[in-house]
């Protein structure tokens, strides 16, 4: 016995000896650390530790607890069940609301170490397992599908008797991502997840936790892939459309309001052209009296039997005075004057802007040019306005002149409406085969007659039976050219559109210029005979002549139409030579293949094929005044002196 | 506005033939309470432990063993087994007396915080749902046998034998064993609410 005990401590001096000379150290083992410990279901609780260092030596550990309001020690009594140093407490042992004071102790052959105390109370302690059966299902009743998780509280929680609340937490992410979306479930054990990728693969994984206590791990995670849909929403299409509608109608409204309504409803609905006939009566057409209108229609003497061309010089031309003035026509004692009158203030729709308020009117700038009414000395006066003697015209355009007057445009203008150029059907002497005697025309602009007392350059003598003035500036040829009239309808000749109305300036003593407003000089230029084959001769009369009259008789002047505007201008060209004879000469084929500089253009059916004679230099006639679409003969004619 | 619910809720047990369902709302209500009241206690018990130093903690940690928590007289089921054994009249009459042992003590615990203040009417208002579960549940029950232990207990022995040297350690003592009696009246109520409640699945 003694020898044993001596052996035991020669030996255990010997390896201490020999572990000194081998430099090793033994020492006494270090604290175990970190106690933990958990209840997984509030009944059972196992505790963890770790522990020290060895100090070199086979060390043992011991975990002593105490409970509260008592001062027995007690030992772990299962330390295999959780594992290496773990010390698991069975329901026997586990008090709930009970103060657990817990002591590791390790030892080893060189001395013990003994832990810090844990308190623990169980209630507050637990930390349940995951849950288990986590399913997900892809639920398709609608177009929008969805998943669907549930799942079941771990096995060793109790939930049923209500011994643990437990409350979950589900996150799901998508396969390729890192991030997880955690959702709060509360006490339920189901969830539904919405908004789905089509076509993609989702993580899910679910945990717990009692009402007091620790969050359990994650679940296991499930996998689910969300089948390929296509959403159908209805009611999104319905609304893109609805939008896009919308888009529409207002862009259309915008574009209506840009656009005027008067262009579109010219557009639409374009003016229908009234019928410009001399002589045609609307009112009679009206009643129903046909043969009272044709009848008017027909001339008796037509085509005029006189070669000369004189005869048919219409010297009528009104010259629209200023305000202060009294129209020339006013003292008219033609018959046509109350018509005229009548329709002096009226204001043809056909007739455009000119025929009211046009602007067209030349401007008498030039130092001697004065405007002047030329009164037509027409052999037959039935049918002529302006009864006015020359003389009178002549003071009377002396008082108007524009040069004096040139404050307001208007008033010293001579508007033409555009009857004063349309090209009436009738008038169409142009077409006629033989037309050697055309009288002159005398193109009444009714918007010189407005009250307004505008000077006019020219006056239109009105028809013999013309009561009816739908375009104020209707040319009427003198009476002795009525019986053209129905000739010309017979005829093929221009077309409607291209109606000219003829602007001759009579030969007056007045010596009244038209020109172009650019010249601002104003010559009347008179037409002396309309030649057969589209051709009509323009006699000017030169400004300032006292003789002009006679001269103008003498002098003829051709001036080629330069191109006939729609039912509104007569472009001609005007010659420059002084001295020569002017002529208005149409030829539809110059005409049409004449475009104007400022684009106006009639197209008229070539019946003649006779060139112009005499062509003369371009007008200038037209002028952005024109541009409401009648030239006027005033501007047209616009000629340098001669 | 508890009280008029739960008066509301005894003329409904009066005239209703479900008493079950009433109760078992009434049930919730204390469940609910209970448990608020739980978290107050646990909060006002972190908060002061966090106020205290390291050092001080260790040592409260150490002298609470060996203190006594006002309520300790009162035999209550501590584990599962207990609890599940016991009936539901004998849960709540345990629960009524856990909640009337506080009534006293905790105005100590008033004072500063609202929360503070709050706890007991809220401990008042738990009582007197508690009183009336019981009442209702009574019916079913044979009658408490011990209704001595009904009687107010002798927790001011407790507190006369206390010195009051350490407010701290008083503090530390109080909020403790509230926090622990609060928490057991809890689960008492819920197991007790799972019992009465004909889903198997006590989920509520």
Redesign the interface.
């Known amino acids: 016995m003694m020898r044993n005990v001596g052996g035991v401590i020669v030996l255990s001096l010997l390896l201490v000896f020999v572990q000194l000379a081998a430099g090793e150290s033994f020492s006494p083992p270090g604290t175990p650390k970190n106690i933990i410990c958990r209840s997984p279901e509030k009944e059972t609780f196992t505790c963890w530790w770790e522990p020290g260092s060895d100090g070199g030596l086979p060390t043992t550990y011991a975990l002593y607890y105490r409970k509260e309001n008592s001062d027995t020690v007690y030992e772990c009594p299962d330390y295999k069940t959780a594992g290496k140093n773990s010390c698991f407490f069975n329901k026997n042992d586990t008090s709930i609301w009970v103060t657990y004071n817990i002591t590791v102790v390790a030892t080893n052959a060189l001395g013990r170490a003994f832990s810090d105390p844990v308190e623990i109370d169980v209630v507050y302690i637990v930390m349940p397992n995951p849950p288990e059966e986590v399913t997900v299902t892809v639920i398709e009743d609608t177009n929008w599908p969805f998943l669907r998780v549930s799942w079941e509280p771990p096995e060793k929680a109790d939930t049923r008797s209500g011994w643990i609340t437990l409350i979950y937490e589900l996150r799901i992410k998508l396969e390729n991502e890192d991030e997880w979306e955690v959702h709060p479930a509360g006490q339920q054990k189901v969830f539904n997840i919405f908004s789905l990728r089509p076509d993609s693969t989702y993580h899910v994984q679910v945990r717990c936790k009692p009402d007091h206590g620790f969050w359990s791990e994650w679940s296991g995670t499930t996998f689910v892939k969300v089948p390929d849909y296509f959403p159908r929403e209805r009611s999104m299409w319905i609304l893109i459309a609805v939008f896009a509608a919308f888009i529409i109608l207002t862009f259309t409204f915008i574009w209506l309001s840009y656009m005027k309504i008067h262009n579109l409803k010219h557009y639409v609905l374009p003016p229908v052209p009234g019928p410009k006939i001399k002589g045609f009566d609307k009112k009679a057409l009206k009643n129903g009296k046909f043969e009272d209108i044709f009848s008017s229609l027909v001339v008796s003497d037509f085509p005029p039997t006189t070669s000369n061309y004189e005869d048919f010089i219409v010297e009528n031309l009104e010259v629209f005075v200023p305000e202060e003035q009294e129209l020339i026509m006013e003292d008219s004692k033609d018959l046509q004057d109350d018509s005229i009158k009548s329709e002096n203030s009226t204001c043809d729709n056909d007739s455009g802007r000119g025929s009211c308020d046009s602007h067209t009117l030349l401007i008498d700038k030039g130092g001697g040019d004065k405007e002047e009414a030329l009164q037509s000395d027409q052999e037959g006066s039935q049918d002529e306005r302006v009864p006015t003697s020359p003389e009178e015209v002549m003071e009377e355009d002396l008082l108007a002149c524009c040069d004096e007057k040139n404050s307001p445009d208007i008033s010293e203008k001579v508007k033409f409406t555009p009857s004063l150029i349309s090209p009436l059907p009738r008038y169409n002497l142009m077409n006629q085969p033989n037309p050697p005697e055309i009288g002159k025309k005398h193109c009444l602009s009714d918007s010189l007659l407005n009250p307004d007392s505008l000077p006019s350059y020219f006056t239109q003598p009105p028809s013999t039976k013309n009561d009816f003035r739908s375009n104020p500036w209707e040319c009427n040829f003198n009476h002795k050219q009525h019986p053209l009239h129905p000739q010309t309808t017979g005829k093929e000749h221009l077309q409607v559109q291209n109606e000219i109305s003829w602007v001759h300036v009579d030969r007056t003593e007045a010596s009244l210029g038209v020109q172009a407003p650019s010249v601002r000089s104003t010559e009347y230029v008179e037409v002396q005979r309309v030649s057969g084959g589209n051709m009509v001769l323009l006699h000017p009369v030169s400004a300032g002549q006292e003789n002009s009259g006679t001269m103008s008789h003498q002098t003829e002047h051709y001036s080629r139409v330069k191109t006939v505007n729609n039912d509104s201008g007569l472009l001609l060209l005007q010659k420059e030579s002084t001295g020569e004879e002017m002529g208005i000469c149409l030829s539809e084929e110059e005409v049409e293949s004449r475009a104007t500089s400022n684009g106006y253009t009639a197209s008229i059916t070539p019946t003649s094929e006779k060139p112009m004679v005499g062509i003369n230099s371009t007008l200038p006639i037209l002028d952005d005044r024109m541009a409401s679409g009648y030239v006027d003969t005033a501007t047209m004619f616009g000629l340098p002196t001669y | 506005m508890d009280r008029a619910i739960l008066l509301l809720s005894v003329m409904c047990l009066g005239v209703s033939s479900q008493p079950i369902t009433d109760s078992q709302r009434m049930f919730s209500i204390a469940v609910s309470r209970v ?1 608020h009241l ?1 978290l107050l206690a ?1 909060r006002l018990f972190s908060e002061f432990e966090s106020s205290l130093p390291t050092e001080e903690q260790r040592q409260l ?2 002298i ?3 203190d ?1 928590c006002n309520s ?1 007289y009162i035999i ?1 089921p ?4 207990e ?2 054994r016991s009936s539901v009249l004998k849960l709540l009459s345990i629960s009524y007396r856990l909640v009337e042992s506080w009534e006293f003590p905790s105005r100590s615990l008033s004072g500063g915080s609202s929360p503070r203040n709050q706890i007991s009417p809220k401990l008042f208002d738990l009582k007197s749902g508690i009183l009336h579960l019981i009442r209702a549940n009574q019916d079913a029950e044979e009658l408490f046998p011990d209704t001595s232990t009904l009687q107010l207990a002798p927790y001011g022995n407790y507190y006369q034998s206390l010195q009051a040297d350490d407010s701290l350690r008083r503090n530390y003592e109080l909020l403790a064993c509230f926090k ?1 009696d609060m ?2 009246v809890e ?1 008492y109520l ?2 007790a ?3 009465l409640s004909p889903e ?5």
């Open positions: 448990q739980h646990q940690n150490k609470f063993l060996q006594f300790d209550s501590i584990d599962k087994h609890t599940q622990k928490h057991k689960t819920t197991v609410k799972c019992r198997a699945n006590c989920t509520l």
